[in-house]
């Protein structure tokens, strides 16, 4: 019998891509939010921005685990390409903010707002607000290791998530043929 390629068999078991990703996802959305319930770092809106991609692919591999084996392998090859440009706009997020930190460029208006840029605001609420959320710009490096700031690491695994997830299309797609 001859040896099967790691795409034939991803094809066969449809659960598997949607779970991996679904559990890379997971993985990263808990790591953000152990740094700030157990690490203390309240996240900037930039960091909060970073998160989106990661819930948008824990819905898509929601519903393709709920598809199960009905999910024929074009499908399969859609949703891991899918993936693959979610991720991508998660980097392109975090590379943004990485510019934000090492000040290659401006942040957004929002960045160290703390939400306190509402015009109808009175001055009782922005003062109620205003001791009440601590105070986190975009540019400033909460925390590194080896001097990657958590955008850089944030980047570096999106871009690896993307590569991943396109060459996984690639390979679907190929089995559609």
Not at 46 to 72: H, S
Not at 138 to 166: H, K
Request: charged fraction near 10%.
């Amino acid at each position: 019998m001859a040896p099967t390629d790691i795409h034939t068999t991803l094809a066969r078991r449809t659960a598997i891509w949607p779970a991996l990703t679904l559990a890379a996802s997971a993985a990263m959305l808990g790591g953000a939010w152990s740094f700030q319930i157990f690490g203390g770092l309240q996240p900037c809106t930039l960091c909060l921005y970073q998160r989106w991609p990661y819930w948008i692919v824990i819905v898509f591999a929601g519903l393709a685990l709920l598809a199960g084996r009905r999910l024929a392998p074009g499908a399969l090859a859609a949703f891991a390409a899918i993936c693959g440009l979610v991720f991508l706009a998660g980097a392109a997020v975090a590379g943004f903010h990485v510019g934000v930190e090492q000040h290659w460029w401006e942040g957004l208006s929002t960045c160290g707002s703390g939400g306190l840029d509402d015009p109808n605001m009175s001055i009782a609420e922005l003062k109620a607000k205003l001791f009440a959320t601590p105070l986190v710009r975009c540019d400033d490096v909460a925390w590194s290791l080896f001097g990657i700031s958590m955008a850089g690491y944030n980047l570096i695994i999106s871009v690896f998530l993307a590569a991943a997830s396109a060459w996984a299309a690639q390979g679907f797609w190929r089995k559609t043929a």
